[in-house]
């Protein structure tokens, strides 16, 4: 019974959730590979990344004590050596330092990251992909993980200027989909892109001073789509190197922001792939 897999933490200090002492000032991402899951979603699919035997697996679970009954299913998804912890408003609110009013936490860890070459030659032969440079954003992480899993990208891949998607605010704006869709951090924005091209990539970066309009990009096999930081934008050594392109806007309109762009130019791309 779930009961009797419940364990009561009564003080704020008690060593056994120490890990989620004081998380907004602390964040647990680089130590170790692990990392902070919040909310109801979140948990569910750590809960199946676990149970799947994939990249995530997670360590412990604290919630608020009246959230356990809801969560009933996820808790049981979780394995038995997986302890779930429960805490009232007060207690819990001590812990993390601030008021929790979702009351969902999870320690999760990443195993060791594959290397990049490897992780490029398991990519499908038609592939759509989506690559950020510079992205040091939380929330522009977050909203590009989240599109990808939306329109059915194959892959995220971050250079290694870009903030990591284990930041809790980043997995949970991507409501959990850095846990669902494969993605590597690793090189730098020039080569992580030159070894998309030497895999049969058509590599296309998103500017405004894009030189193809987006509905024009040609079908492809294999398709990576490049964005940069909200307004400096890709270097112009990417945009001289690689396709550039653009999404038609109004005039006098500066930019999309980086989630909104990516979103839109994903759908489009997708429609692209031969996939068949």
Same mark, same amino acid.
Request: no cysteine; net charge negative; charged share 20%.
């Given at each position: 019974m779930m009961g009797d897999r419940l364990i009561e933490i009564t003080h704020p200090d008690d060593p056994r959730i120490a890990e989620f002492r004081h998380i907004r000032e602390r964040d647990l991402t680089g130590r170790e590979n692990r990392f902070i899951a919040e909310g109801t979603v979140v948990l569910r699919l750590l809960a199946q990344?676990?149970? #799947?035997?994939?990249?995530? *697996? $997670? %360590?412990?679970?604290? &919630?608020?004590?009246?959230?356990?009954?809801?969560?009933?299913?996820?808790?049981?998804?979780?394995?038995? #050596?997986?302890?779930?912890? *429960? $805490? %009232?408003?007060?207690? &819990?609110?001590?812990?993390?330092g601030f008021h929790l009013h979702r009351g969902v936490l999870a320690l999760g860890r990443r195993g060791a990251q594959t290397d990049i070459d490897a992780f490029l030659d398991r990519l499908p032969k038609r592939a759509l992909v989506l690559a950020g440079c510079g992205i040091s954003n939380h929330d522009n992480v977050g909203s590009m993980f989240r599109n990808a899993a939306a329109f059915g990208a194959d892959a995220v891949l971050l250079d290694e200027t870009c903030c990591d998607p284990l930041y809790r605010k980043a997995l949970r704006v991507s409501v959990g989909s850095v846990l669902t869709v494969p993605y590597c951090r690793q090189l730098s924005d020039v080569d992580l892109l030159t070894a998309l091209s030497g895999r049969g990539f058509s590599v296309w970066s998103l500017s405004p001073r894009g030189e193809v309009d987006i509905r024009a990009v040609p079908p492809a096999d294999r398709v990576a789509l490049v964005v940069g930081r909200e307004g400096e934008g890709l270097p112009q050594k990417i945009l001289s190197a690689f396709g550039s392109l653009r999404i038609p806007q109004a005039p006098g309109l500066d930019s999309l922001n980086v989630a909104t762009a990516s979103g839109i130019a994903l759908f489009a791309l997708a429609s692209l792939i031969r996939r068949v």
């Open positions: 990344a676990h149970a #799947a035997g994939g990249d995530f *697996v $997670a %360590e412990k679970v604290l &919630l608020l004590r009246n959230r356990a009954a809801g969560l009933e299913e996820t808790i049981a998804a979780f394995p038995p #050596a997986v302890p779930v912890y *429960v $805490a %009232e408003a007060s207690v &819990l609110d001590g812990i993390v």
